[in-house]
Every structure is written in structure tokens, then in C-alpha cells.
């Protein structure tokens, strides 16, 4: 299948600082990516989807100004944790895909605010 | 997106086949059945999709009753290794404004003993 790739897979923050956390389709060009964020043990919540060039469309309760995305290429998306805090710490997974196809997913990034 | 139910957990021993039912008794005529397994701390993999028609390729086989209001997944063989949350996905055909996301229940947890 498809490659997605996250960086960085694990990341420990202050409280208050930002954080940016990168999701790159290796061997396609994604039109559409995802992000989902997962707490322990439940299942994961879809945050956010963004097309390429566009603004992202987030799901109802998730603040767009807190989590920014952007989506600048057919390749990479970004999502910013602004002003984390401790209960912004979770388990972050991007997913990428095109039109008419299977999605795929990264292999996720560890969120620690402190 | 209709919604699936799924049986939160299943045993299986190693070797034999584990069979994964999943209740979509509300699906849509443009929508897919998808099966994604998530291996704890990693992103979700992708297993197999079907719209109405059996599928098989080398992880799986998916079974797709007539009515389509129910499917199951087959791991012909499975292994310590198939031990995972599988998650059943109703997912729109993308196109227009639907962008095909994909919408998490809590999947089954199976097992694979020795």
C-alpha cells in the first residue's frame, strides 16, 4: 500500500509553547489528508480534513484556532498545536488520500504538553 | 455515514481462521465497506474494501451478505501477529463535497492465543 509518513513520532512540549507536527505522502499525491487525534484506549476522532490549497474543514467541537492545518501541498500537511496544554497531550495520526481511492494512514505522533 | 456495530472482542487460536462480523444495516447505495486494524501505539492499516461484490487479496478475504446490511472479514490464517482493534468503516464514495472520510466506532478487539 500507499506510504504515509509523520514526523516527529513523539514529542515532549512545555505548557503553553506550540507545537507543529508534519504528515508527508511518500509515494503519491494526496488531494485530500485527515488528522485524528486518539486518547488512551478509546477510538480514534477525526479532528479536521483538509484539500490541498484550501482551508481546512474541522469537525464540529475541535477549535480551528487552536489546531491549525495547513495543507500547502499535494505532499505535506501540518497540523499546530498552539498553546498546548496537558490535556492536549494524546496520540496524533495523519491519513492521506486521493479521489475515488483508499485512504492510508501514518504511523502517529505521540503528543506530551507538560 | 451509516453506522457499524461491531462485537467489542473475539478470541481466535493461532492457525485458525478468524471471522469478524460487522452490522451496517443502514448503508447506502454509494457506500463502501472498509476494514482497517490498528496494532497498539501505530496508525490504522488498511485491510480490504468492497462495495457489494466478495473481495480477497493477501490479508483478507470480505464477505458481503446480499442485502448488504452485514459483512465479515476473513483471516484465512491468522497469527500472534493479526492480534489488533479491527475496525468495519461504512466510507461514502468521495466525490463532490464528501471528501469519503472515515468515522471510527470502537472496532473489535481480537486475539490470537497459541
Known amino acids: 500500500g500507499a506510504v504515509v509518513s509523520q514526523h516527529p513520532s513523539r514529542v515532549i512540549c512545555k505548557s503553553g509553547t506550540s507545537v507543529k507536527i508534519e504528515c508527508r505522502s511518500l509515494d503519491f499525491q494526496a488531494t485530500t489528508m485527515f488528522w485524528y487525534r486518539q486518547f488512551p484506549k478509546q477510538s480514534l476522532m477525526l479532528m479536521a480534513t483538509s484539500n490541498e490549497g484550501s482551508k481546512a474543514t474541522y469537525e464540529q467541537g475541535v477549535e480551528k484556532d487552536k489546531f491549525l492545518i495547513n495543507h500547502a501541498s499535494l505532499t505535506l500537511s501540518t497540523l499546530t498545536v498552539t498553546s498546548a496544554h496537558p490535556e492536549d497531550s494524546s496520540f496524533y495520526i495523519c491519513?492521506?488520500?486521493?479521489?475515488?481511492?483508499?485512504?492510508?494512514f501514518g504511523e502517529g505522533s505521540w503528543l506530551t504538553v507538560v | 455515514d451509516a453506522k457499524t456495530t461491531q462485537p467489542p472482542s473475539m478470541d481466535c487460536a493461532e492457525g485458525r481462521a478468524a471471522n469478524l462480523p460487522c452490522n451496517h444495516s443502514?448503508?447506502?447505495?454509494?457506500?463502501?465497506v472498509y476494514w482497517y486494524r490498528q496494532i497498539h501505539s501505530q496508525g490504522p492499516q488498511y485491510i480490504i474494501h468492497g462495495l457489494k461484490n466478495n473481495e480477497t487479496n493477501e490479508m483478507a478475504s470480505l464477505i458481503i451478505t446480499e442485502d448488504r446490511k452485514s459483512s465479515t472479514l476473513i483471516l484465512p490464517h491468522a497469527t500472534l501477529r493479526d492480534t489488533a482493534v479491527y475496525y468495519c468503516?461504512?466510507?461514502?464514495?468521495?466525490?463532490?463535497?464528501?471528501?469519503?472520510?472515515?468515522?471510527f466506532g470502537q472496532g473489535t478487539i481480537l486475539t490470537v492465543h497459541p
Open positions: 468503516i461504512v466510507r461514502v464514495d468521495p466525490g463532490g463535497t464528501s471528501y469519503g472520510k472515515l468515522t
Open positions: 443502514t448503508i447506502s447505495g454509494n457506500e463502501y
Open positions: 491519513s492521506a488520500g486521493t479521489v475515488g481511492n483508499t485512504i492510508y
